[in-house]
Nanobody, 125 residues
């Protein structure tokens, strides 16, 4: 079972996008959900995470104050609201799920067991 990302696209610097992570085969609110990104030639970077139990969140320093992760349990969807986008935010963005994880501090790709296919975000004028 895989989550599915959507909402990527081309946006100018300073603009906003909202990414969605949805699932049809499992309930996202029973899972910790992480957002990751990978730019060409770079390692996959953990961007944000929201926990299943208390809804607490964590962010990488590179996006703190600009990105917001949230859940809509009725829609079985997790969102990543991205504001004040910069060219260095350009990457493929992935969501990932794990039902036995509590995110604290660093967001580690190896901690998540179920991954989406990714959605491209390009920030360019």
């Amino acid at each position: 079972v895989q989550p599915v990302e959507s909402g990527g696209g081309l946006v100018q610097p300073g603009g906003s996008l909202r990414l969605s992570c949805a699932a049809s085969e499992f309930t996202l609110d029973y899972h910790a959900i992480g957002w990751f990104r990978q730019a060409p030639g770079k390692e996959r970077e953990g961007v944000s995470c929201i926990n299943r139990s208390d809804g607490s969140t964590s962010y990488s320093e590179s996006v703190k104050g600009r990105f917001t992760i949230s859940r809509d349990n009725a829609k079985n969807t997790v969102y990543l609201q991205m504001n004040s986008l910069k060219p260095e935010d350009t990457a493929i963005y992935y969501c990932a799920a794990d039902d036995d994880l509590y995110c604290e501090g660093s967001i580690i790709a190896g901690d998540f067991h179920s991954w989406g296919q990714g959605t491209q975000v390009t920030v360019s004028s």
